[in-house]
Nanobody
Framework: QVQLVESGGGLVQPGGSLRLSCAASGSIFSINTMGWYRQAPGKQRELVAT???????NYTDSVKGRFIISRDNAKNTVYLQMNSLKPEDTAVYYC??????????????????WGQGTLVTVSS
């Protein structure tokens, strides 16, 4: 009943920019950490960036200074602004969120939810 829907992927030339969005929907009480991961062909999924509910951010070294993660708590949405894109940024990007739900009155649980992925291709 809780899902993440991503948008914003596509083809971009080296040096270009893209903005990914990920909106959470469903029976949500609150959302803790949200983040972006990516998986390039033939490689394992890796962390790109995370952001806490309070706005603290963390980035993998390869994207520091180029990517910016942000969130709109009122919209349950996380964004990834990607600048100065390189061919090695080509991957499927996945949204991730730790979501607090209330399955019954007075009870709470935290679940980890993944988006379906959006392809980012950086090529001339």
């Amino acid at each position: 009943q809780v899902q993440l829907v991503e948008s914003g992927g596509g083809l971009v030339q080296p040096g270009g920019s893209l903005r990914l969005s990920c909106a959470a929907s469903g029976s949500i009480f609150s959302i803790n950490t949200m983040g972006w991961y990516r998986q390039a062909p033939g490689k394992q999924r890796e962390l790109v960036a995370t952001i806490t509910s309070g706005g603290s951010t963390n980035y993998t070294d390869s994207v520091k200074g180029r990517f910016i993660i942000s969130r709109d708590n009122a919209k349950n949405t996380v964004y990834l602004q990607m600048n100065s894109l390189k061919p090695e940024d080509t991957a499927v990007y996945y949204c991730n969120a730790h979501i607090v739900i209330s399955p019954s009155r007075g009870r709470f649980a935290t679940i980890e939810v993944w988006g379906q992925g959006t392809l980012v291709t950086v090529s001339s």
